[in-house]
């Protein structure tokens, strides 16, 4: 199913959630702190919208599900001359790296559209050294406990949209033994989060 969605959005995903994610996109990539040399991974790259946000001197790998989405993401690596970047059709619950690979890990708006957030969790661990750090950006919904339910009981329509669903990521983290260090809200409205975390 996401294949699907995903294969429809790829031609017009920059359009639509472009500028309106783009400041927490900024905020996550100044969080990263990306280090010459640094191994990055991110998942559900989509259309590699994040891409002019990487530095040229680090080895970004960048995994999703979608062929169409990663089509547009490689014609973007190329335009940009990211000759640093590999692009890979992977499915995020069951990865073909090797253990302990990457310095850094980010999930961008990909963690509550994978169908098994948990399964991909452990994977983002497995794949990730012992002392990683991760990022996760995606949207929180409002503090309101009125709108919070109707956001809730529309999470299925959200989902089949390829939207997102409503997910408890800090109960998902913690069973994955992730430590949350920093949490904020970001975008507009405050109505995303980003999330860093290290291995418990
Ligand atoms: C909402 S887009 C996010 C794109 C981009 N990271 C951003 O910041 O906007 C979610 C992406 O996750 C991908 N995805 C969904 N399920 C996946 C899975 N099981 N494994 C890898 N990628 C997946 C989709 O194909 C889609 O490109």
């Given at each position: 199913?996401?294949?699907?969605?995903?294969?429809?959005?790829?031609?017009?995903?920059?359009?639509?959630?472009?500028?309106?994610?783009?400041?927490?996109?900024?905020?996550?990539?100044?969080?990263?702190?990306?280090?010459?040399?640094?191994?990055?991974?991110?998942?559900?790259?989509?259309?590699?919208?994040?891409?002019?946000?990487?530095?040229?001197?680090?080895?970004?790998?960048?995994?999703?599900?979608?062929?169409?989405?990663?089509?547009?993401?490689?014609?973007?690596?190329?335009?940009?001359g990211?000759?640093?970047?590999?692009?890979?059709?992977?499915?995020?619950?069951?990865?073909?790296?090797?253990?302990?690979?990457?310095?850094?890990a980010?999930?961008?708006?990909?963690?509550?559209?994978?169908?098994?957030?948990?399964?991909?969790?452990?994977?983002?661990?497995?794949?990730?050294?012992?002392?990683?750090?991760?990022f996760?950006?995606?949207?929180?919904?409002?503090?309101?406990?009125?709108?919070?339910?109707?956001?809730?009981?529309?999470?299925?329509?959200?989902?089949?949209?390829?939207?997102?669903?409503?997910?408890?990521?800090?109960?998902?983290?913690?069973?994955?033994?992730?430590?949350?260090?920093?949490?904020?809200?970001?975008?507009?409205?405050?109505?995303?989060?980003?999330?860093?975390?290290?291995?418990?």
């Amino acid at each position: 199913m996401p294949k699907k969605i995903y294969s429809l959005y790829s031609h017009f995903y920059d359009d639509l959630f472009g500028t309106l994610l783009h400041p927490g996109r900024r905020i996550a990539s100044r969080l990263l702190d990306i280090q010459p040399g640094e191994r990055i991974l991110e998942v559900g790259i989509g259309t590699g919208i994040s891409l002019p946000l990487y530095p040229k001197d680090a080895e970004v790998v960048g995994i999703d599900i979608s062929k169409d989405m990663i089509k547009r993401a490689g014609e973007k690596k190329q335009r940009l001359g990211y000759s640093n970047v590999k692009l890979c059709i992977t499915d995020a619950s069951e990865m073909a790296f090797r253990n302990g690979y990457f310095d850094k890990a980010i999930a961008a708006h990909s963690i509550t559209v994978v169908p098994e957030p948990l399964e991909t969790l452990k994977e983002m661990k497995r794949v990730c050294k012992k002392n990683a750090e991760f990022f996760f950006l995606n949207y929180a919904g409002s503090d309101d406990n009125l709108i919070a339910r109707f956001e809730k009981a529309i999470s299925p329509i959200r989902n089949m949209l390829g939207l997102g669903k409503a997910i408890d990521l800090e109960e998902l983290l913690r069973r994955a033994s992730f430590e949350i260090v920093f949490k904020d809200r970001v975008n507009i409205l405050k109505l995303w989060q980003i999330i860093k975390c290290k291995i418990n």
